[in-house]
Nanobody, 117 residues
Framework: QVQLVESGGGLVQPGGSLRLSCAAS????????LGWYRQAPGKQRELVAG???????NYADSVKGRFTISRDNAKDTVYLQMNSLKPEDTAVYYC???????????WGQGTQVTVSS
């Protein structure tokens, strides 16, 4: 079992930055892949970025060059650094965990990100 708690969301102006954190507990963090997903109103949940247990990363085309996913195994935490934010990045952002890759059954409760002037 893995418990995930996201933090760091909020309101930011277009062009601004935010860093999301997802703290994990309950299992050996280093064997898990972690992913950030987002869901905007009326839209399906989509993968934003993922990082495997070995450190390989994957990004949605819409965020490449703007977002960076990283993990700190000593702190059992995965981060999503979001730069050059756009209004279309507005969504609830969720953390997901699975063995090796991020496509597992464990989800956090979500954190709201709003990009607006």
């Amino acid at each position: 079992q893995v418990q995930l708690v996201e933090s760091g969301g909020g309101l930011v102006q277009p062009g601004g930055s935010l860093r999301l954190s997802c703290a994990a507990s309950g299992s050996v963090f280093s064997v898990y892949g972690l992913g950030w997903y987002r869901q905007a109103p009326g839209k399906q949940r989509e993968l934003v970025a993922g990082i495997t247990s070995g450190g390989s990363t994957n990004y949605a085309d819409s965020v490449k060059g703007r977002f960076t996913i990283s993990r700190d195994n000593a702190k059992d935490t995965v981060y999503l650094q979001m730069n050059s934010l756009k209004p279309e990045d507005t969504a609830v952002y969720y953390c997901r965990a699975g063995r090796v890759t991020w496509m597992g059954d464990y989800w956090g409760q979500g954190t709201q990100v709003t990009v607006s002037s």
